[in-house]
């Protein structure tokens, strides 16, 4: 069975980076489309981006393009959210889950402030 | 990008039926759009309840079915039972891209 496990969030200041790890402890990593998540206090759901099983086709949100990179690495069975250029406006609770079946991790809480 | 719209808030009795829809600004619904469907409780992750439309998780009670009806994806709940009570959120694809609705804050009542 798909079990993700999201890390790299924390505090930090506007302009700055994180970036986030979603680990899949099960056999089928490579066989799904990998999706991140956010939600930010208070709010919905926002989708933000996701990947193909080879890494040949990523897709954004509008508000995170050029800012945001999903990239994957399957022999570690870990997809990544490289975040630059951050602002307030990020602050959310970030999940990853697969792009079919959308099995989730339980998230990461990233906090953009000064 | 594309808009997706649902109901912000439904009530249903218990024991009742309640159906949530979500449509698209882009047109009608289809199967090409690959619809599901998420409860979230306050405090907790997305809960996974529908996929493909119609499709349920093992751990998807079987009140819960999915449809496209009217040119929208609908989540129908039969026999409405208080542990029901939650937001409810669709999601659709666009030939790569995906799109969530704003949600449903269901109550039962």
């Known amino acids: 069975e798909v079990q993700l496990v999201e890390s790299g969030g924390g505090l930090v200041q506007p302009g700055g980076s994180l970036r986030l790890s979603c680990a899949d402890s099960g056999f089928t990593f490579s066989t799904y489309w990998m999706d991140w998540v956010r939600q930010s206090p208070g709010k919905g759901l926002e989708w933000v981006a996701n990947i193909k099983q080879d890494g040949s086709e990523e897709n954004y949100v509008d508000s995170v393009k050029g800012r945001f990179t999903i990239s994957r690495d399957n022999a570690k069975n870990t997809v990544y959210l490289q975040m630059n250029s951050l602002r307030v406006e990020d602050t959310a609770m970030y999940y990853c889950?697969?792009?079919?079946?959308?099995?989730w991790g339980q998230g990461t809480l990233v906090t953009v402030s000064s | 990008q594309a808009v997706v719209t649902q109901e912000p808030s439904l009530t249903v009795s218990p024991g009742g039926t309640v159906t949530l829809t979500c449509g698209s600004s882009?047109?009608?619904?289809?199967?090409?759009?690959?619809p599901y469907w998420f409860q979230q409780k306050p405090g907790q992750a997305p809960r996974t309840l529908i996929y493909?439309?119609?499709t349920k998780h093992s751990w998807t009670p079987a009140r819960f079915s999915g449809s496209l009806l009217g040119g929208k994806a609908a989540l129908t709940l039969s026999g409405a039972r208080p542990e029901d009570e939650a937001e409810y959120y669709c999601l659709l694809s666009y030939s790569g891209p995906r799109v969530f609705g704003g949600g449903t804050k269901l109550t039962v009542l």
């Open positions: 882009t047109g009608a619904v289809t199967s090409r759009h690959y």
């Open positions: 493909d439309i119609s």
């Open positions: 889950a697969t792009g079919y079946k959308a099995y």
